[in-house]
């Protein structure tokens, strides 16, 4: 017979306010096998633990139920407090009555009722638990960075550092990602690509980084310290290793009609090229889309011009595979598209462009070398008009329900530019609301205003139109309750931002989770927010939120700090709540391990006796519980009934629910 | 009839929920009769859910507004500012059995541009 303490918490008030505890402990100590029941105001604390500790010790006790929080919470809190006193990490349950019952009732009465029955539930389950061992697996020593931009740089410069390999896996030819397209940065205004390109050049000279670009993640297997993840370098028919970078190719290649991705696509560029002239790596790449010789088989003057021989229209995908102890996906933003709001005229005129595009026609290295002038005519705009808050704040449909956060700075840090530098310009920013929290931010965003005469227009546009030449602003003016028509040259829409579109493959393939806006959910949003739920795997930047810069090279150097924690471990300790099969019921199936998401199932051929001398060979499921990570696919899915999880056996859940059931 | 009462039937039969505006006045800035309304379509949503309904019950803008209804296309929080005003104007109408549009002026309003929506709304005012 088992001997099991009691342990019923206040939270403060949390709980205590709606369960009567002290009648919770009252009854609960009446429970067969039940020797001890106590309550106390904070059982997470120095005090509460020693309570804890010393009624094991006293009473002899052989498991525990904390009647408390979530176990996601503090279960691990009380496992130590049990370990330290001699008792088996697994023969603690937890009885959640805070988010499962105080927090979410509010008559005492039924709320108390509820507390029992979800402690009687943890004591029926406790009495079939068994003292189980943690195994232990090794730690890959190397961390892989998904997605090239601000966030996965910082991250993959942390982690080398520390002395740690890091390879950064990037998409597109080069890395650098939204920022090397910025002209200025708020609230310091300083040059985006000073700033950026020594990081870049950084990672390229670091021993311990290794950068694959045009290339993209294709799978991912196994588990926390031990991942295996195959890579698909896209063929980008240039030698990497003899391409020196020296543009030769680009003057020669006669087809030049190419969208320029890298300009917004406001000027064209050759089917070969080189992003931008600090890209990392600084090797061309070809458009097979617009290639003349790969795409009929005429032309191949870029191979003619080459001096070291790079080109190779032959080359083809290659897939790389390596293993990882640790993933940090960095995969980051894009503009939402804005077909949803012709309001704006966006599809329509050329002079309505996104701030994305007005930095590129700010920047001394965009299409009109940093002269700011108007898409249709490459005139001087002498009015320019912004609009804030397209597609951010939207509960229509249309648009995202979130505010994308850096509009309102960049916005600001746009009109202070123009002014600065055109003074003659006229500039008017709609706005809903000016949200500039942040050192500096606030004082940077009445700077506009005070000290360069920006004019703000408290209200949102209806619509724009063209009449005589001019686009026409119409909007609201909240302050003065009237109706403004602004003609101006040049219209600038703050479109929101969104997750970029690989991370709902990405968040697939490497089991993470993901909100409804196709954000990376963290482990816990205020107290572990640079990790998933999922072990191993670790989030930078604005794949997990709406970031701005300072804070998202802030999170991934914190992202940084808990892979170098993981990394920095020789041997990691498994889940000791592992699956394993019953040999006799298992038909060998191989529905199980068809549904491990981990591989941890394999089978074996084994030989049974059946009695009268009789022998039979079977083929049965065998886990390796150094790979097995609990999540209970297997058992459920298993027709025979023949795999079950330690801890979570289905003998327990069905004590449990017997308990909460029976009155 | 009660004023809060009142307020509550408005709310119902407009079937928008006041509390979603978030006072960005695109309504407003898209408003083709902006100029002719003393009562602004923003203004609407905000005396309804302030529960002042007299403003509204007297404004001009009852007879103003064309139903157009753009200020409820563009809405990014899903409020209705044109079904306030309709709201309204039955409320007025079913107390005081008037009418301000005469029936026999309507054909030369009538032009090709005039959205579909506003005629309807016309010939509901000429039912009551």
Known sequence: MQRIGVFVCWCGSNIASTVDVKKVAEVLKAEPGVVISENYQYMCSENGQALIRNAIKEHSLTGIVVCSCSPRMHEATFRRTAESAGLNPYMVEIANIREQCSWIHKDMEEATEKAIILGRSAIAKLKLNAPLTSGESAVVKRALVIGGGIAGIQSALDIAEAGFEVDIVETSPTIGGNMAKLDKTFPTLDCAACILTPKMVDCAQNEKIDILTYSEVESVKGFVGNFKVQIRKKARFVDEKKCTGCGECMQKCPSKKGLNDFNMGLNTRPAIYIPFAQAIPNVAVIDPEQCLKLKNGKC????????????????????????????????????????NFNEYGYSQYKDVVTSLELERLMNAAGPSEGHLVRPSDHKEPKVITFIQCVGSRDTSGCGKPYCSKICCMYTAKHAMLIREKYPDTEVHVFYIDVRTPGKNYDEFFRRAVEQYGVDYVKGMVGKVYEENGKLMVQGADLINN??????????????????????RKIATMVTASIDTN?????????????????????????????????????????????????????KLKCNASVAHSDETLCSGCSVCANVCPYGAITY?????RLGGGKTELRRVASVNPAVCQGCGACTVTCPSGAMDLKGFTTGQIMAEVDAICKR | MDKLEQVKLVKERSGTDARKCMKCGKCSGRCPAYNEMDVKPHQFVSYIEKGDIDKLLNSKSLYTCLSCFACVERCPRGVAP????????????RVQGEN????????????????QQLLVSMFRKLNK
């Open chain 1, 604 to 608: 074996v051929d084994k030989e049974f």
């Open chain 1, 300 to 339: 191949g003057l870029c191979a003619m011009k080459c001096n070291v021989n790079a080109i190779d229209y032959t080359q083809k995908d290659e897939i790389i595979e390596r293993e990882y102890g640790a993933i940090v996906v960095a995969t980051g933003y894009k503009p939402i598209s804005l077909e």
């Open chain 2, 100 to 115: 301000k549009i005469q029936a026999e002026k309507v054909p030369e309003m009538i032009d090709e541009t005039i959205p």
């Open chain 1, 482 to 503: 009237e109706q403004v028509v602004i003609p101006s040259d040049l219209v600038v829409l703050a479109a929101a931002i969104e997750p970029s579109p690989t991370v």
């Open chain 1, 518 to 570: 196709n954000f990376l959910t963290e482990a816990h949003a205020k107290l572990r927010p640079v990790e998933s739920p999922t072990a191993g795997i670790f989030l930078s930047g604005v794949c997990q939120g709406p970031k701005d810069i300072p804070e998202t090279v802030s999170q991934a150097s914190a992202c940084a700090a808990k892979v170098i924690g993981l990394l920095a471990k020789d």
């Open chain 2, 82 to 93: 044109a079904n306030v005003i309709e709201a309204v104007r039955q409320e007025v109408i």
